[in-house]
């Protein structure tokens, strides 16, 4: 195998603001994989500040994995995957790259996709939210919900200090549309309490990661007093940390740039079942390269947020969509995705 890779800069329609800040430009990496057959197979890493990456740290570490996977055989998935992680802690966008060109190559060789070498119906794939970043007027919000009127699920950014009119101003301009909020960590467990009240009234599904990561016990706390389910996402990274959150989230999210492969998403999906919890699947800003990857297992999930490429202005490639929310996935070989002519 040799492994080349080069670097996509996008920008989001808006500036894709949540409770940590935001950016309108986003650097992404394409990483290719060519077997000695001259078949090649892509994946996306999509670095995150907040789990430690940047695209130069990624690139990095893409050159401390290159021997590595380099030298293995293609074919043995799970040892690559593990073999990675032996290599290098952390770095799980790079990671994720890596694993999904090896799905990738692995189903064009055998000329089918990806979801059909785990074995899934496209079918039974959820609808996708797609995602309210926090605006900076009234007025941007209410703009903001219109032009999202094709998605009937929308998933509210929340963590500022007027939290509940941002909530109540969508649930005024989409009155019939299915609300999730996601705090990014913001809260504090009284503010959460206090707000999942709100929440409440305004007809909210769930509500994802209230509290900081590291506070499971006053997740537990608001967990045990909310008459909504709590999804863990920051303080769920790999399927090492969902015994911990046992009792103290109904759910988790998975997310590719955070586990590391597509492996370890299945190795979570199996984890969390077991133990009776919801499970979703999100996305950083990723092109449709990266949604695809997270697509292809779309249909082991109970609620999912595949919307960063729909937010991109300029998205280099084709693939996996969600006009109107409805996931589809692509039926080519591997993950489907083609370069925009």
Not at 139 to 168: M, S
């Amino acid at each position: 195998m040799k492994i080349t890779h080069d670097i996509s800069i996008v920008h989001t329609t808006h500036p894709f603001v949540i409770a940590r800040g935001g950016a309108s430009e986003h650097r992404l990496i394409r990483v290719r994989i060519r077997d000695d057959d001259g078949v090649e197979g892509w994946g996306e890493a999509a670095p995150n500040r907040f789990y430690g990456e940047t695209a130069d740290t990624a690139l990095a570490a893409l050159e401390r994995l290159r021997p590595i996977v380099e030298a293995m055989d293609p074919w043995h998935l799970e040892d690559v995957e593990a073999e990675m992680n032996r290599a290098l802690r952390f770095n799980g966008s790079v990671k994720s790259a890596v694993s999904a060109a090896l799905h990738d190559l692995a189903g064009k060789r055998l000329g089918v996709p990806v979801y059909r070498l785990f074995g899934l119906d496209p079918a039974k794939a959820p609808l996708s939210s797609f995602t309210i970043a926090i605006a900076a007027s009234e007025a941007e919000l209410r703009e903001r919900v219109a032009q999202a009127a094709e998605y009937p699920v929308l998933k509210v950014k929340l963590g500022t200090d007027h939290d509940e009119a941002i909530i109540r101003t969508v649930r005024d301009a989409a009155p019939d549309k299915i609300l999730r909020v996601d705090a990014n960590a913001a809260w504090t467990a009284k503010q959460a309490l206090r707000m999942i009240d709100i929440l409440l009234q305004c007809g909210v599904e769930y509500v994802e990661q209230p509290l900081p990561a590291h506070d499971l016990e006053g997740t537990r706390f608001v967990r045990e007093r909310s008459p909504l389910p709590v999804i863990c996402d920051e303080s769920c990274v790999t399927a090492a940390d969902i015994a911990g959150l046992v009792g103290v989230a109904d759910g988790i999210n998975i997310k590719l740039s955070k586990c590391g492969g597509l492996r370890e998403a299945l190795k979570m999906i199996a984890t969390a079942r077991s133990h009776g919890m919801l499970v979703m699947a999100g996305c950083m800003i990723e092109t449709s390269l990266g949604i695809s990857a997270a697509a292809h297992f779309a249909p082991l999930l109970d609620y999912a947020d595949f919307d960063g490429a729909a937010l991109l202005a300029d998205d280099p490639y084709t693939g996996a969509t969600i006009a109107r929310g409805v996931i589809a996935i692509p039926d080519a070989p591997g993950l489907g995705v083609r370069a925009r002519g």
